[in-house]
């Protein structure tokens, strides 16, 4: 009731404004430098129980998303803001488990970026994406909270990637609607870690500082190019991986979990064909130390006739998505050559996808870069955090 209470209190607000938007003549159109903006967001989302013990133990889906964020720049657009969501109305109990479960609340710091793809009049359409750190009120705990396998540690981390329209009402105001995706996991640096996917509408209301104009005009954004320039490059990032290992976790319940370290590196061709794009294709290599953990655990199990192996090596399509020194990462591979054991071949299959951020250094001329990501399996269980530095090499 509290989503529906907010939700009404914005579809009052903007019909009391309607008279003042009608009054305003749509050829007025005032020019001025990109705005420092406030906007507030609505988004009410259902919660996805991905697995067999997600599925068992999650009862009730609906929770409600609501931040604040301050935006800066043309498109793309600068923005940073507190997000707060609310899962207490998730009912999370096993039938075999003696005492009820939660998930709790979660508030998030992110930075993000949203892009413009289509504009005209008074519309626009487009997409951002979100990242930031988390903090759950209410993660696993074995006796308190034993059932909450979806969240396991209090900091955390969030992406959320979002399809929106907006359309502006006056000088100042814009409304929209977004069909927004959200993640907080903890990148299985700690365990469970099963991660909380979320997907569902929500509502926009944006203030600008500055009157704008009220129509799209071609060719307005005053974004500088920052030494871009169209080429292909070598994209070379190396670094290490850190894990821990779920199915272990899941037979032993230790508090006391071990997390490995481990080499990876990546090699591909990329082409800058925009000032804020650049995509491609590279080699991914990654020296699994933890496999023989993971071999000696299904062993006893009983799992046989699997094979394990170190070496890991896969194909994946690049793109980065870049704003002066910063730049979001974001790849889909597919294995060539990978033996996991049960696990890697029931739970999570050939294809993997990796999201991050970059920073690159400006004495370097943006050629040297520091960062850090997430990757995945399934589109929503992570298998590992990467910490690295990477050299674009120009060809």
Request: contains cysteine; charged residues 20%.
């Amino acid at each position: 009731m509290k989503d529906i209470s907010i939700l009404t209190n914005v579809a009052l607000f903007l019909l009391f404004h309607t008279t003042e938007i009608m009054a305003e003549s749509t050829d007025s159109i005032v020019k001025s430098r990109p705005p420092f903006s406030i906007q507030t967001t609505a988004n009410y989302s259902y919660l996805y129980p991905k697995g067999h013990f997600n599925e068992e133990a999650i009862h009730s889906y609906g929770t409600g998303f609501y931040d604040l964020r301050i935006k800066w720049e043309a498109s793309p657009t600068l923005q940073a803001g507190l997000l707060y969501g609310d899962y207490n109305h998730i009912h999370v109990k096993r039938a075999k488990s003696e005492c009820k479960s939660k998930i709790g609340n979660v508030v998030a710091a992110f930075f993000g970026m949203q892009y413009d793809i289509v504009k005209g009049g008074r519309w626009k359409l487009g997409a951002e994406v979100n990242h930031g750190f988390a903090y759950c009120t209410d993660p696993y705990n074995d006796t308190k909270n034993p059932d909450n396998r979806m969240i396991g540690s209090h900091f955390t981390l969030y992406i959320g990637i979002d399809a929106y329209v907006r359309y502006r009402l006056s000088s100042q105001w814009s409304v929209g609607m977004n069909i927004d995706t959200k993640h907080f996991s903890n990148g299985t640096i700690w365990q469970p870690n099963l991660g909380a996917n979320s997907i569902g509408p929500s509502l926009t209301l944006q203030y600008d500082m500055e009157p704008q104009p009220l129509r799209c005009q071609k060719g307005s954004s005053t974004a500088k190019n920052f030494g871009y320039r169209k080429e292909y490059y070598i994209d070379i990032t190396s670094g290490i991986g850190l894990k821990t290992i779920r199915p272990v976790f899941d037979d032993t319940y230790n508090k006391r979990q071990a997390m490995y370290g481990f080499p990876f590196v990546s090699a591909g061709v990329m082409k800058r064909y925009h000032k804020y794009y650049a995509s491609g294709i590279a080699l991914d290599y990654t020296y699994a130390s933890y496999m023989d953990r993971i071999r000696e655990y299904e062993k006893t199990e009983g799992y046989t006739g699997y094979s394990y192996s170190r070496q890991m090596l896969g194909l994946s399509l690049k793109h980065e998505m870049f704003y002066r020194h910063l730049s979001a990462s974001a790849a889909i591979g597919y294995y060539l050559y990978r033996k996991g054991g049960h696990y890697g071949k029931h739970n999570e299959g050939k294809l993997y996808q990796v999201i991050g951020i970059r920073y690159s250094f400006p004495f370097t001329k943006d050629r040297l870069y520091i960062g850090y990501q997430v990757k995945a399996h399934t589109f929503s269980k992570a298998d590992y955090t990467n910490i690295y530095l990477g050299y674009r090499i120009r060809l």
